[in-house]
């Protein structure tokens, strides 16, 4: 499975979660897959939003790009399918060689109907 970060950033008075990234190692991500599913309880990295890597170079999962699936509680689905032809026009080895996918949190909120941002509070540990 990808490693999991939440990036988060100062908004309305204090730290809260804005993205979540997911990292693959080379060729981990399953470009022939529909979907995927990720666990919302899962152990992730908290960094600041400064601390996003320069390079790191990913594809953005829209908000039409996230599913839900009763038969996956407490994740958040991401279809491959429609994310493969929004890219179209990259090269197929451009598009397997993609190691990161970004998520706005409020993206996820929208898409599960609920405030996922309380099972991401901000610690300084």
């Known amino acids: 499975m990808a490693k999991l970060t939440v990036f988060y950033d100062f908004h309305e008075e204090r730290i809260q979660p804005f993205l ?3 990292h693959f190692r080379p060729h ?3 470009w ?3 979907s995927m599913y990720v666990p919302l309880d899962a152990p992730f990295q908290k960094l600041k939003m400064e ?3 320069d390079l790191e170079a990913g ?3 829209l908000l039409d790009d996230l599913v839900v699936n009763l038969g996956h509680p407490q994740c958040i689905g991401i279809s491959i399918s429609r994310i ?3 890219h179209l026009a990259l090269p197929t080895d ?3 060689s993609i190691q990161q996918l970004w998520i706005r949190m409020s993206d996820i909120e929208e898409v599960l109907h609920m405030n996922i941002r ?4 901000w610690s300084s540990k």
């Open 20 to 22: 979540m990234s997911l």
């Open 28 to 30: 981990e991500l399953d």
């Open 32 to 34: 022939n897959k529909t």
């Open 51 to 53: 601390e996003i890597p």
């Open 59 to 61: 594809i953005t999962v």
């Open 84 to 86: 493969q032809q929004r």
């Open 94 to 96: 451009i598009l397997q």
């Open 118 to 121: 309380s099972l991401y509070p």
